[in-house]
């Protein structure tokens, strides 16, 4: 193993392998990504991989839509098809409440650029005729909203940071980081020692342990999501779909899968991954209901991994104050996929230009908790 790098990113999931390629990108040499398992074996291997732009939060618009932009030409700068569809999403609305949380959305959306349009129940009728729409309401309807296979595009990242000079070291631990006078010197592994004077905490629902490493509290925790996969079926949903009301989202993979997860009812903070034949029976009951065509779909597999929570359901990107080049990126809340090839992106700019460039990104900083900022509201 190396012995020296400027900089160690911990964590190879997707954001943290999105960091080391643009830095990399951008010119930097021995940058070195720590992995403690295999590449994707964190919450990037179990999500959904979504893609969309229909937030309710301008920060998440913007940065969605910047990702939007370079998942547009990711296999030809990364180097990989990643089975990219921008086949749409489907936000629905059964109360009036919602209704009107979607309408003042997608005027903000539409301000920032985005082509975005509010379905009539009629239309949505029509577009999509397999849905059962009792009870709905209106929808959000975004075309160039997408997904593509999240576990591909960690590869893809890994792959061309090792093809580019960079390190990508797997089962490799991150144990310890020495600081003096308030500068990094070192991290340590159970595989040896590595000297450095930056650190990247990209270590997903766990980068507050790497926080206390250097005696920062990172107000993050992870929150169980389960999922599940039905066998293959002929392509008939173009769209990913979600129903907040019902608590969903569904999604048709490029092999004819269907992939839909709910969040749990009562997460309980923590670590658990664990499985439960309730949220079988939750998804099959809400499934048959609203798409009856699926009815006698079987399900394969079933399958859970952790949101990395912040408190406003939004990401914080920041520097320590305290200790010099000890920078995090984390508290993605369930969007982490689609907003890492842009926050990849800016978390380069921060440490190569000392700011970022292409997208401002300075109200996820550390500092907004102190302030008060405004909550993302459509989470599934
Ligand atoms: C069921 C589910 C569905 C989801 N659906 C979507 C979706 O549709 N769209 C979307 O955008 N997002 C979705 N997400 C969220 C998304 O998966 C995450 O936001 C994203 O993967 C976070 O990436 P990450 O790189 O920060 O974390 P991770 O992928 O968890 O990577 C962190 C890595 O750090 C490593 N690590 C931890 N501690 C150490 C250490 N001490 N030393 C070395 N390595 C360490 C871990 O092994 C891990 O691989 C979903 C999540 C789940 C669970």
Redesign the pocket.
């Known amino acids: 193993m190396i012995d020296r790098a400027s900089v160690v990113v911990?964590?190879?999931?997707?954001?943290?392998?999105?960091i080391a390629f643009n830095l990399l990108k951008m010119g930097m040499k021995n940058v070195c990504v720590?992995?403690?398992?295999y590449?994707?074996?964190?919450?990037?291997?179990?999500?959904?991989?979504?893609?969309?732009q229909q937030w309710s939060s301008s920060m998440n618009v913007k940065l969605a839509m910047r990702s939007v932009k370079l998942f547009e030409q990711f296999e030809k700068e990364v180097g990989m098809n990643i089975e990219y569809y921008q086949g749409g999403y489907l936000l629905l609305a059964y109360t009036d409440s919602e209704s009107d949380d979607f309408v003042k959305n997608v005027k903000m959306q539409k301000s920032q650029g985005l082509d975005v349009d509010i379905l009539t129940k009629h239309e949505i009728k029509e577009k999509f005729p397999f849905i059962n729409v009792e009870g709905v309401k209106l929808g959000s309807w975004c075309k160039s909203d997408g997904?593509a296979n999240?576990q591909i595009a960690?590869i893809a990242y890994a792959i061309a940071i090792r093809k580019m000079g960079g390190e990508f070291i797997t089962h490799?631990?991150?144990?310890g980081i020495d600081v003096q006078n308030g500068q990094i010197v070192g991290v340590q592994?159970d595989n040896g020692y590595i000297h450095t004077n930056t650190v990247i905490d990209?270590?997903?629902?766990?980068?507050p342990?790497?926080g206390e490493m250097v005696g920062i509290t990172i107000p993050v925790y992870g929150e169980?999501?389960?999922?599940l996969v039905t066998e293959a079926v002929n392509h008939f949903l173009d769209p990913?779909v979600i129903n907040f009301n019902h608590n969903y989202?569904v999604?048709q993979t490029r092999h004819g899968s269907l992939i839909m997860?709910q969040g749990d009812v009562n997460p309980a903070p923590g670590e658990d991954?664990g499985n439960t034949i309730e949220f079988l029976e939750e998804m099959s009951e809400k499934m048959v209901r609203d798409f009856p065509i699926i009815k006698n779909v079987h399900i394969v597999r079933q399958?859970?991994?952790?949101?990395?929570m912040s408190p406003d359901a939004q990401p914080i990107i920041d520097e320590s104050k305290s200790v010099s080049r000890f920078i995090y990126?984390?508290g993605?809340?369930?969007?982490?996929?689609?907003?890492?090839p842009a926050v990849g992106e800016a978390v380069a700019e921060m440490i190569i230009y000392g700011r970022t460039v292409t997208t401002d990104i300075s109200n996820l900083k550390m500092d907004r908790f102190a302030i008060g900022i405004e909550r993302e509201h459509n989470v599934v």
């Open positions: 911990v964590g190879g999931g997707i954001v943290g392998s999105a720590i992995e403690r398992s590449v994707s074996s964190g919450s990037t291997g179990r999500c959904a991989g979504g893609i969309r997904h999240p960690n490799t631990t991150v144990t592994t990209a270590a997903g629902f766990e980068s342990k790497i169980r999501h389960q999922i990913l989202y999604r997860g991954i399958w859970s991994g952790a949101y990395d990126a984390t993605f809340s369930g969007h982490g996929f689609m907003l890492a």
